[in-house]
């Protein structure tokens, strides 16, 4: 189970969405406070109640007040949710109890709950109003805080399948191609750390994925800033991979130690040079590196780069922020 939260400023275009009945094959399988006479009177009864004052007085106009939250579960749990009105009941009851988790309270929030069927997984739309029936405003801070809670403990009242955050679990298929990219990326960079003892080793495997690893180095001081992922013309930034910074040239230093900076490897032209950045490949890096003689030191005391303020009161800022992480083939909306 796997609840979505948007917030939204208006009424009519969601509920069009959520109740959409000709290509989602949507039906309404719970409610309150609204008129089900068909979207039109749906969406006014959520606008109307916009104009209540709470008990003071006050009328809160909220530029937000639209929630919607899509509800997926998991496609083991089919059988869990027939299409019948033991399976609506079984549905409506689960994002009810979602709302009371978040400290919200069916009975006085005006809501709809529509079932669709236009995927593979059992899924519906919870859509409420954030002015409650007295007027106040029902609070969503730390929602997704409250969220993560809430599902979790659903999941465990009812048996239901908890998801597998392994990304080989992940379908590609369906992801965007940047995030198909990223997860690519990902997951030949997992094999490639469990297999390498040292950043060479590390380097080399990548490359025979088909992924070139490269330096980030400062152009005017020689400072290794961080690393860049190429992978079909498609290039990103450790931090941007995810996990916690899990590929950054700071915490892999952390396993393969720290590489030695050499001022004198920068100046050839056959590098990549963008915004004052030079991107070197770490296997051309290190065998340069390695004709002057090579100096790696214990990773348990190397410094991050990537979140180093420098000595002498000179704060340096993460190359990671800068490093252009799609070319103009890749550009989609998020």
Not at 152 to 158: A, C, F, G, P, V
Not at 271 to 296: F, G
Request: hydrophobic share 30%; aromatic share 8%.
């Amino acid at each position: 189970m796997i609840a979505k939260i948007t917030t939204r400023s208006d009424f009519s275009g969601i509920v069009n969405y959520a109740n959409n009945v000709i290509e989602k094959s949507a039906r309404v399988i719970g409610s309150n406070g609204v008129l089900l006479i068909d979207n039109h009177t749906i969406s006014d009864s959520f606008q109307s109640q916009l104009r209540i004052p709470d008990a003071d007085g006050k009328l809160h106009n909220l530029s937000k007040p639209v929630k919607h939250i899509s509800i997926a579960f998991s496609p083991e749990d089919i059988h869990r949710f027939p299409d019948n009105e033991e399976g609506d009941r079984f549905m409506s009851r689960i994002a009810e109890e979602w709302m009371k988790e978040m400290e919200i309270n069916p009975e006085t929030t005006q809501y709809i709950i529509a079932r669709h069927f236009d995927k593979a997984h059992p899924h519906c739309h919870l859509v409420f109003n954030r002015i409650s029936n007295d007027g106040s405003v029902i609070s969503d801070s730390h929602e997704r805080r409250r969220n993560e809670s809430a599902c979790r403990k659903i999941k465990q009242r009812y048996g239901l399948t908890f998801g597998n955050i392994k990304q080989q679990k992940i379908n590609p298929e369906r992801l965007r191609k940047y995030e198909a990219e990223k997860l690519r990326i990902r997951q030949l960079a997992d094999d490639c750390i469990s297999s390498s003892k040292d950043w060479e080793t590390f380097g080399r495997l990548l490359e025979q994925n088909g992924i070139t690893i490269s330096f980030c180095i400062d152009e005017k001081s020689g400072r290794i800033r961080g690393l860049a992922y190429a992978y079909n013309d498609f290039r990103i930034s450790g931090s941007k991979l995810g996990q916690h910074g899990k590929y950054t040239y700071g915490n892999l230093s952390k396993l393969f130690g720290k590489i030695e900076e050499n001022r004198a490897i920068i100046p050839q032209r056959e590098y990549l040079r963008e915004k004052k950045i030079i991107y070197i490949p770490i296997i051309r890096y290190i065998e340069k590196l390695t004709h002057s003689s090579l100096n790696v030191s214990g990773g348990a005391q190397s410094a991050n780069r990537e979140y180093e303020v420098g000595n002498h009161r000179r704060s340096w800022e993460r190359i990671d922020d800068r490093i252009e992480e799609e070319t103009i083939s890749y550009k989609f909306k998020m």
